[in-house]
Nanobody
Framework: QVQLVESGGGLVQAGGSLRLSCAAS????????MGWYRQAPGKQRESVAT???????NYADSVKDRFTISRDNAKNTVYLQMNSLKPEDTAVYYC????????????WGQGTQVTVSS
């Protein structure tokens, strides 16, 4: 079955940058819809960014112009470049995958912690 493993989280100061990676166990990045979600303590998990197999991207309003989602099909890896980080970006970030453009994500990683200090 599909397995997703996130990495790249850590502690940064406000205004700093981090690059998250999501490595897939199967060759799915090129054909699946890939997304990043995040969940802060006491809050619901929310969508951050998505990229389709065709390369179309979508972002939450709160991260537009600061975050960039991309994929490397050869490495079967999806990335989330996070710039100009804010304390409110602090959360566990999860990688997710699904077969179609619509419907729920079927596969999830274990998450990686991102902490932004002021």
């Amino acid at each position: 079955q599909v397995q997703l493993v996130e990495s790249g989280g850590g502690l940064v100061q406000a205004g700093g940058s981090l690059r998250l990676s999501c490595a897939a166990s199967g060759s799915i990045v090129s054909i699946f819809v890939m997304g990043w979600y995040r969940q802060a303590p006491g809050k619901q998990r929310e969508s951050v960014a998505t990229v389709t197999s065709g390369g179309s991207t979508n972002y939450a309003d709160s991260v537009k112009d600061r975050f960039t989602i991309s994929r490397d099909n050869a490495k079967n890896t999806v990335y989330l470049q996070m710039n100009s980080l804010k304390p409110e970006d602090t959360a566990v970030y999860y990688c997710a995958a699904k077969r179609g453009d619509w419907g729920p994500y079927a596969f999830w990683g274990q998450g990686t912690q991102v902490t932004v200090s002021s």
